[in-house]
């Protein structure tokens, strides 16, 4: 029965570990995830969480930057609403001053109050300006609408209270945009002293400057009996000191960490200021009589001095501002280079793996082709691996294979048409085989039969040889007395001619199994020629048997005519009764001869019946094997049959494959 040839192959078991497809560890999860899926889901599992990782990382850089953009930008706000809010605080401090002065008796400060009011209009309606464009980023919306509520209340004349609360008020809003811009927490060092020094020493010293040139002035006015006024005057004057050694200070720093930084900035106001300082303790402390009485030289100099500190911070947070609009720049250029460069980049691996995909996905492609060409029989198809990639690598190796394929298939062709006309062969040959040795099997049954029979005559033969033996024996008994009874011999002839009668009889019957035994080992011997080479033994011991037959035959008729002549003689006893004793010495003779002849052929008759006995057995020995074989034989011929058939289906599928 042929069995037809699978052509899929079974995947390994789940359960099955050998090889690559063992246990992989912390590995294993993606590994039995990929055996799952074709290459372009591999492809886009990995290509999708690459993408996806990238995409956090762009996102979060570009976040990062585009904050940092956001935060120069609110410092870039903070600083511009910053140099407007200058001018306010400028003209409160100016219209603060000039109605102390005023107030204090001072009448050149009058005029300056109407030109304050103007000013503090002017600036104010300049910051609104400011405001509207970066307020809102900022969050400082209500705090700039209060802050203007507060400026337009102010009175027209001279309150000293609502210009304190007025310069408090714009103090705190300064403070909310330093915080809420995040000046005071800039990255860049130099950027950071600047706004140190311009947003909190610099007006911290034109404050100064300013309390001392009213306070001055009130003291001045009073020829120095106004104390308060005195004390107010060093007071701020140790400020004034403090804020323009931090002003310079800081401004080192700034120099040190942007070396241009020193032919933008004008640190000589600094020293005016240091110097207007120390002039207040010659006309306050020493009384100086040329300084006391110069009160227009004191309160020009010092508005001179504060107007100058606005001036110079007004220039520097120019400076900053252009600083700030650079690095904003830079940063935006950079953002937007690195975007480009990312885009880029994603661009060239995202052609990199298509192409990558391409490469593998028509490689695997090609290579199904090929091995579903062979899986169907078709081993005319050539791969022809192009690159020095895996998949060339494996096209190389799955032709080196088809090639191999080739040679096999041809060798099992050539082998298989053989093993057809072998089988064909082999399956006749079993069956002439098979039909021989059922008859040889058949003729040895028959031949054990006709041994059996033999077997029976022949022990018979020797059981009647042993009776004429011992018949004999009595006779050359009898032959011994016939010397003693001579005497009693013509008064006993008589019962001899009787005894002579059944010797006869006995001899007749002698005869005849003598004539049978012949018959026997005459059809034994012709059974024996039949039988060939196995029934050669078997026609050695026939022939001896004939022999003894024939020997039996012949001394049966010797004994016969011996008997005949006796019994003459018998009647003719008593005219030769003298010659009895010669003629029973001659019977005696006979007797003895005889007895020996019978004891031999009983003997021989016995060895005969032994050998019949074991060529009996030897026959139905070989029958029992030449049925056994008879019965392998047929199987044999069946075996032979199904590998003709198998043979016959193995040529069919071995032909399905194409070579050429």
């Known amino acids: ?88 605080l400028h003209a409160l401090t100016d219209l603060r001053n000039a109605s102390r002065a005023q107030g204090a008796g001072y009448v050149a400060a009058t005029p300056l109050l109407q030109q304050a009011h103007q000013a503090l209009h002017q600036a104010e309606a300049d910051l609104r300006l400011v405001e509207g464009d970066h307020i809102d980023r900022l969050g400082l919306g209500q705090e700039a609408e209060q802050l203007h509520q507060v400026l337009d209340a102010l009175p027209t004349q001279a309150d000293i209270k609502a210009i304190e609360a007025a310069l408090h008020k714009t103090v705190e809003y300064d403070n909310l945009i330093a915080a809420r811009s995040g000046m005071i927490l800039d990255a860049d060092a130099a950027d950071l002293q600047l706004l140190m020094a311009y947003t909190r020493e610099v007006p911290f010293l034109a404050e100064a400057v300013g309390q001392m040139r009213s306070w001055g002035t009130v003291a001045l006015v009073g020829q120095l009996q106004n104390l308060a006024a005195m004390q107010r005057v060093f007071g701020w004057s140790a400020r004034a000191q403090k804020h323009v050694a931090e002003s310079q200070a800081w401004l080192k720093g700034a120099i040190k960490a942007a070396p241009a930084l020193d032919k933008q900035l004008d640190l000589a106001v600094l020293e005016r200021a240091q110097a207007y300082v120390g002039q207040a303790d010659k006309v306050f402390a020493k009384a100086d009589p040329a300084l006391v009485g110069d009160v227009d030289g004191w309160w020009r100099q010092g508005s001179q001095l504060v107007a100058d500190l606005y001036v110079v911070q007004a220039k520097a947070m120019q400076v900053v501002h252009q600083r700030l609009e650079a690095r904003l720049v830079a940063a935006e250029a950079e953002r937007n280079l690195s975007m480009g460069l990312i885009l880029l980049a994603l661009a060239l691996a995202g052609y990199f793996f298509y192409s990558f995909y391409c490469v593998m996905d028509g490689g695997l492609k090609e290579t199904r082709r090929h091995l579903e060409a062979m899986s169907s029989g078709d081993l005319t198809t050539q791969p022809n691996p192009w690159g020095a990639d895996d998949i060339a690598v494996l096209m190389l190796s799955m032709r080196q294979m088809q090639d191999a394929l080739r040679s096999i298939v041809g060798d099992v062709r050539m082998a298989s048409d053989e093993i057809v006309g072998s089988s064909a062969d082999i399956a006749e040959g079993s069956v002439d085989l098979s039909a021989r040795t059922e008859a040889a099997a058949s003729t040895l049954e028959e031949t054990a039969q006709a041994m059996a029979q033999i077997s029976g005559t022949i022990q018979n033969s020797a059981q009647n040889a042993e009776q004429a033996a011992a018949m004999a024996m009595d006779n050359a008994t009898a032959a011994h007395e016939a010397g003693q009874i001579m005497q009693r011999m013509v008064a006993t002839m008589d019962d001899i001619g009787t005894a002579s009668s059944k010797i006869n009889d006995i001899i007749g019957t002698i005869d005849g199994i003598a004539f049978q035994t012949n018959i026997l080992a005459l059809n034994a011997a012709v059974e024996a020629a039949r039988a060939g080479e196995a029934g050669r ?58 007895g020996q002849l019978i004891s031999d052929i009983a003997t021989e008759a016995r060895a005969g019946a032994q050998g019949i006995r074991q060529v009996d057995e030897a026959t139905k020995a070989l029958e029992h094997s030449t049925q056994q074989n008879a019965a392998l034989v047929e199987h044999t011929a069946a075996a032979s049959t199904t590998l003709r058939e198998q043979a016959h289906a193995l040529s069919e599928r071995v032909a399905q494959f194409r070579m050429l």
């Open 537 to 594: 033994g078997f026609a050695v011991v026939a022939a001896e048997v004939r022999n003894l037959a024939q020997r039996s035959a012949a001394a049966s008729h010797e004994i016969r005519q011996l008997i005949i002549d006796s019994v003459g003689q018998a009647h003719n006893g008593v005219q030769v009764a003298n010659e009895a004793g010669a003629s029973i010495a001659k019977v005696r003779a006979h007797a003895d001869r005889i």
């Open 1 to 88: 029965m042929s069995r037809p040839l699978s052509s899929s192959t079974n995947a390994p078991s789940a359960d099955q570990s050998a090889g690559f497809f063992a246990h992989h560890g912390v590995w294993s999860l993606g590994i039995r995830l990929f055996r799952q899926l074709r290459f372009g889901a591999k492809a886009a599992i990995v290509s999708s969480l690459f993408l996806l990782a990238t995409l956090v990382g762009v996102v979060l850089y570009l976040s990062a930057a585009q904050q940092g953009i956001e935060r120069l930008r609110k410092e870039q706000a903070g600083v511009s609403i910053v140099e407007r809010l200058a001018p306010v």
